[in-house]
Every structure is written in structure tokens, then in C-alpha cells.
């Protein structure tokens, strides 16, 4: 069974960076697809980005574009999100996710796609 766990996430200044990671415990997600969601408080959660299991195939939340980049690391952690000039709207908590993936190209934008899900880390954005 597939377990992630987040982390990287903590208290940050508007304009700052941050790289939150994805982990995995004793799983090989090299066929995974994979995705960052966010959920802050009083809303629901949304997508953030996604990335097919090769690498080659991205997308993200229009918002997001330009600030933030899902990397993924085969040879260590499976997963990062890169953040470039944090806004205080950035503040949620953050997930990852992940599903089987049939095709090397295959992502998901629909948290109801995705079959494992971390616990989140939480980001908090001041200004």
C-alpha cells in the first residue's frame, strides 16, 4: 500500500520561496501519476498541479502558473512543489496524491481520481 507523507511546510513571508516535499514508505511511484492539492480554511479543496508518471506532462491551476513548478525526483523523493513569490492566498494546507497510472503521459486534476493521499503540510503565508 501506498503511504505519503508531506513536508517542507511552515510559516513564511509574502514574496518568499518554499519547496514542500512528497514522500513515499516503501513504494515505487515511478508509474504513478501525481498531484499537489491545497485546501484552505472554509473552502474546499482544489488542485494545485499534477504531473504524469515520466515527467514530461504537467499542469496546473491557472492562479499558480509562473510560481509554481511540481518537480519530480526518481532518485530520492518522489515529488516536490517549488513556490516562487508566496501571496498570503497561498496559505492552506497542502497534499499530495498519487494514482496508478496507465500511460507514461497520464495526470489527474480531479482529487477524486487520485487513490492515495498524503496528510498534508500546513503553509502559512504572512505579509
Known amino acids: 500500500q501506498v503511504q505519503l507523507v508531506e513536508s517542507g511546510g511552515g510559516l513564511q513571508q509574502a514574496g518568499a520561496s518554499l519547496r514542500i516535499s512528497c514522500a513515499a514508505s516503501d513504494s515505487d511511484l515511478s508509474t504513478y501519476a501525481l498531484g499537489w492539492f491545497r485546501q484552505a480554511p472554509g473552502k474546499e479543496r482544489e488542485f494545485v498541479a499534477a504531473i504524469s508518471w515520466s515527467g514530461r506532462d504537467t499542469a496546473y491551476k491557472d492562479p499558480v502558473k509562473g510560481r509554481f513548478t511540481i518537480i519530480r525526483d526518481y532518485a530520492k523523493t518522489p515529488v516536490y512543489l517549488q513556490i516562487d513569490d508566496l501571496k498570503s492566498e497561498d496559505t492552506a494546507v497542502y497534499f499530495c496524491?498519487?494514482?496508478?497510472?496507465?500511460?507514461?503521459?497520464?495526470?489527474?486534476?480531479?482529487?477524486?481520481?487520485?487513490?492515495?493521499w498524503g496528510q498534508g503540510t500546513q503553509v502559512t503565508v504572512s505579509s
Open positions: 496524491a498519487a494514482k496508478r497510472a496507465i500511460s507514461a503521459r497520464q495526470y489527474f486534476t480531479d482529487p477524486a481520481e487520485y487513490d492515495y
